[in-house]
Nanobody, 125 residues
């Protein structure tokens, strides 16, 4: 069983920044990627960013490119999502997820088997 825990959400004014952290305990599994997804009220969950562990390739949805950065932490299986120039439309619950199946698409939520409990990010205008 893989446990995923997020931290670092909060309330920030538009234009501000926040950093989310995610730690995954892999147990006996191999983690191939860690990804961030978000869900705003009344909307479907959407992909935000992901990092493949072997290649360190990173992926972003268009709306956050140039504003968000996903990076590997120093501790094993940790990842950060640094968010700059936040906008009210970034308000959502942010979820970290671990992909333990090889050869799957890191940008698809269906590729991730283990999810954290979510961390609220609220951006006020």
């Amino acid at each position: 069983q893989v446990q995923v825990v997020e931290s670092g959400g909060g309330l920030v004014q538009a234009g501000g920044s926040l950093r989310l952290s995610c730690a995954a305990s892999r147990g006996t599994f191999i983690i191939y990627a860690l990804g961030w997804f978000r869900q705003a009220p009344g909307k479907e969950r959407e992909f935000v960013a992901a990092i493949n562990w072997s290649s360190m390739n990173t992926y972003y949805t268009d709306s956050v490119k140039g504003r968000f950065t996903i990076s590997k932490g120093n501790a094993e299986n940790t990842v950060y999502l640094q968010m700059f120039s936040l906008k009210p439309e970034d308000t959502a619950i942010y979820y970290c997820a671990a992909r333990t199946d090889a050869q799957l698409n890191s940008m698809s939520g269906d590729s991730y088997r283990y999810w954290g409990q979510g961390s609220q990010v609220t951006v006020s205008s």
